[in-house]
């Protein structure tokens, strides 16, 4: 039985940070937050990853994987409880939240650099393939 949760005292959007994500584990996969977070380190030096219950290990995840292929240092990390609302049961619930602060580290641009670059070179193999396919199929 599935139950719909929504947040009693949410930020209007005016207020809500440039650089804060706000992490499902339902929507979207895992590697599009990475990607995203890097986005934002890169536009704002820092990434404010946030998450409520389920989705709190994502979080963590994401982090994880930024600061040990060396793009983010951790800054801060906030733990709290958020009173919700749930919509079928009419009554309030308290859900954990994580809120995680990551910057930039020294290396990171070298590090986008290199990513890069491997995609690049990585397109130049598939392009480079699919002309040597057209080279041998036009000799045949």
């Known amino acids: 039985m599935a139950s719909a949760i929504v947040a009693v005292a949410a930020e209007p959007p005016a207020t809500q940070?440039?650089?804060?994500?706000?992490?499902?584990?339902?929507?979207?996969?895992?590697?599009?937050?990475v990607n995203l977070a890097k986005r934002y380190i890169q536009q704002h030096n820092e990434v404010e990853l946030s998450a409520l219950g389920m989705a709190i290990t994502t979080v963590v995840t994401i982090a994880e994987i930024l600061k040990n292929n060396g793009f983010a240092l951790q800054k801060k990390v906030a733990t709290s409880t958020v009173g919700m609302k749930d919509e079928t049961r009419g009554r309030m619930v308290q859900k954990?939240?994580?809120?995680?602060?990551?910057?930039?580290?020294?290396?990171?641009?070298?590090?986008?650099?290199?990513?890069?670059?491997?995609?690049?070179?990585?397109?130049?193999?598939?392009?480079?393939?699919?002309?040597?396919?057209?080279?041998?199929?036009?000799?045949?």
């Open 17 to 33: 940070k440039k650089n804060r994500i706000q992490v499902s584990n339902t929507k979207k996969p895992l590697f599009f937050y």
């Open 96 to 140: 954990a939240k994580i809120e995680i602060i990551l910057e930039k580290t020294d290396k990171f641009d070298s590090l986008m650099s290199t990513t890069n670059n491997t995609s690049n070179t990585m397109a130049d193999v598939v392009a480079s393939d699919d002309k040597t396919k057209e080279e041998l199929s036009s000799d045949i």
